[in-house]
Structure formats: C-alpha cells, structure tokens
C-alpha cells in the first residue's frame, strides 16, 4: 500500500509533467465521468494531500483521486510504451504535447469543485509531508482517545496524514514502543511523531524506503520481517493483525525492543544500540 512519501513523489513527478501545459487529451474512464472531458484545458498544478491527490485545473475543477492499495501513477515522455498495467486497468489518462500521465486502478477517481476540495479532503489531519504541517494539532487529535492503541492512532489519516503500515512499524521500533500501547501510556509522544515526519522526508524523494539508514543492513527494521532475528537484540520479530472490524492492518515488532504495555517483559531494560 502506498505511503505519504510514494503519494508525494508521484505528486510531484504529475506536477513536473502537467502544470502549466494544455491537455490534448483527456479520459476519466470511470462511469460516472465518462462524459467528461478535459481536453483543451489547462493543469494548473498537482499537489498530494495525505495520500491523495488532487490535480487542479483552470477551470475550476479538481480531480479527486486515491490509490488505495495498489493503484499507482506513471509518467511518460511521449511516445514512451506504457508499462504500469494492461489498459483496462487504466483509469485516468492525461496527456499533453511532451508526456502523457496514466493513472492505474485508482478505486477513488472523482471531479470536485476546486473551492470544494474540503468535502473530500477537509476531515484529514495535518499533512506529515505538507507545507502546513502541524506537529500541535496533530498530538491533539491523537490524544484525543488515550485508550486507543497508538497503532491504530498513527494509521488514522484524521490524526495525522501520510503514514502508512510501513512507517507505522518501523516509527514504533525506532521508539521502542510496542503497537498496542495505549496512546495515554506513550512516553514520548512527540518523539513518536517527529520519527515517522523524519523517516517519511528521508524517503519522500526516492522512490526507496530505507528506515535502516544503511541499505546493506537491510531496507527495514521490522516491517514484513516475521519470524526473523531483530537487527538489534535477535529476538523472533511479531506479527498480528489489529484494528477496527473488517479495517485490520497488520504490524510486526520487536518483543524485546518494543515490550507490551504493562506486559511482564515491559521491565526489562533497552538493549543498548
Ligand atoms: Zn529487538
């Protein structure tokens, strides 16, 4: 599933290839937009929000897309092969003189009005990647429920917008706080955010994601590693799946990095790095 940085670079890569240039074609290949058509008119700019993206036009609309969980943007110069999917998998097709953009399975694929935007992004929380991030605001909201598990608080795009089950895991290793934990019982909650902002903007303009900092240790710390050794103490690394019926995500951690909350093992000392 893509990540804030991945929504973010592809973001940036669709602003290079159409803000400013006319569209000489155009095609929404949804139902419910099948009847409209963009050609002839300008991009004014793409931006990221979260992890969705809004393409602005001249005219006052913006597109309203989301890639879910394996939907994916591809920039091309002209006459490039499209390679990012057989094209009935195409949804989205943007072209100008100089490169066409192709946006594949996009389950979310709408038009808003651009003075409209809110009603589809206006309930997430600060940007972690935004011009407007807002480290306050974003504690606020995720203090606003102590009981809840500060793995579902940092996954919840209303609190905080850009973290995915990726930058989850590996945010709660670098901490050594284990997923479950109670957000009331966090130590340092503002470390716990100022970790996921630093590993996101260490990652956002490559299309890596490297959280080890050193790639011939290995790309990741925990993420998608079950059952194999902690780079740092050599314990069997966890997985489960949790979260809201029929929302669960699954997280993995370290059982001696990242004790349970109020667990036996939560008195044990840090192994140093
Ligand atoms: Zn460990």
């Known amino acids: 599933m893509p990540e804030g940085d991945t929504v973010w670079l592809a973001c940036r890569q669709l602003n290079a290839a159409l803000a400013g240039r006319v ?31 809004l393409t602005r036009f001249a005219n006052g609309w913006t597109l309203h897309t989301h890639l ?6 591809r ?3 002209t006459g490039r092969k499209w390679t990012g999917g057989p094209a009935w998998q195409i949804r989205v097709l943007m072209v100008n003189a100089e490169a066409a953009a192709v946006g594949y399975r996009l389950p979310v694929t709408e038009m808003v009005r651009t003075d409209a935007e809110d009603s ?5 929380g600060p940007d972690l990647l935004g011009p407007d991030w807002d480290a306050d605001e974003a504690l606020r909201r995720i203090r606003a429920d102590p009981e809840r598990s500060v793995g579902e608080a940092l996954l919840d795009q209303r609190n905080l917008a850009g973290i995915g089950t990726l930058y989850r895991a590996e945010t709660l ?16 909650l503002p470390r716990v955010v ?6 996101l903007e260490a990652n956002k303009n490559t299309h890596d994601q490297i959280t080890t900092g050193n790639r ?8 998608e590693r079950p059952g194999q050794d902690c780079r740092r103490c050599g ?12 929302v669960e995500r699954r997280s993995y951690w370290c059982p001696h990095c990242q004790p349970e909350p109020d667990g036996p093992r939560s008195a044990r000392t840090r192994p140093a790095l």
């Open 194 to 199: 100022a970790r996921a902002k630093m590993l």
């Open 23 to 53: 569209l000489t074609r155009c095609e929404l290949r949804v139902p419910q937009l099948a009847t409209t058509d963009f050609t002839g008119v300008e991009v004014r700019e793409v931006v990221s929000r979260g992890k969705h993206q």
């Open 235 to 246: 314990t069997r690394i966890e997985t489960e799946e949790f979260g809201p019926a029929g």
């Open 68 to 73: 879910r969980m394996d939907g994916g943007w």
């Open 120 to 124: 589809v992004v206006g309930h997430i």
């Open 173 to 188: 290793f670098l901490q050594g706080v284990h997923p479950r934990t109670p957000v009331g019982q966090v130590k340092d």
């Open 216 to 223: 011939r240790l290995g790309s990741h710390w925990v993420f």
């Open 75 to 77: 920039v091309y110069p």
